[in-house]
């Protein structure tokens, strides 16, 4: 199937189910636990009524909503212009090998131009081969920046 087939819409607060459910399977890939199974709806339904990320939905004939994708907008100062960080694309595995992920990535993409982004930026596991080639294949090339994290906590003076 080819992603012409594949219909692409801005995620509203009636798909926060259906993008709930897409958000939970992503974060199962990553091996993300959740407490609380309504945590990732509740996430969504917060950033897009604060208009804080664009939230698109792939549906798939006969197949239903497959795939979404998160970006968050933010700036570069390298580039001294805004940028997008796509943070999440995922598609169901019933929704595999129907082109959602194409069709919402060159989506993504032709957005980020419409609004004169700098460009797009994503991480992605090192062993996630599949999403590398669909990028390598879409574009994207390997920036020779290391990426560091630091979380909350605090560290005691020694």
Known sequence: MSDQSVVLRVAGQDDLDVAGAL????LDFYGV???DPDVPRTFLAERIRAGESLVLLADVPEAGTVGFAQVYRTFSSLALRPMWILSDLY?????????????????VLRRAREAGAS????????????AQALYEAEGFEREEFHVYFHGPEVRAAG
């Not at 958000?23 to 992503?26: I, T």
């Open 23 to 26: 958000f939970r399977g992503y």
């Open 33 to 35: 636990k959740l407490e």
């Open 91 to 107: 598609v169901d595995p019933s929704g595999r090998r129907t082109g959602a992920g194409r069709a919402l990535l060159r989506e």
């Open 119 to 130: 460009g797009v930026q994503l991480e992605t596991a090192y062993d996630n081969h599949v």
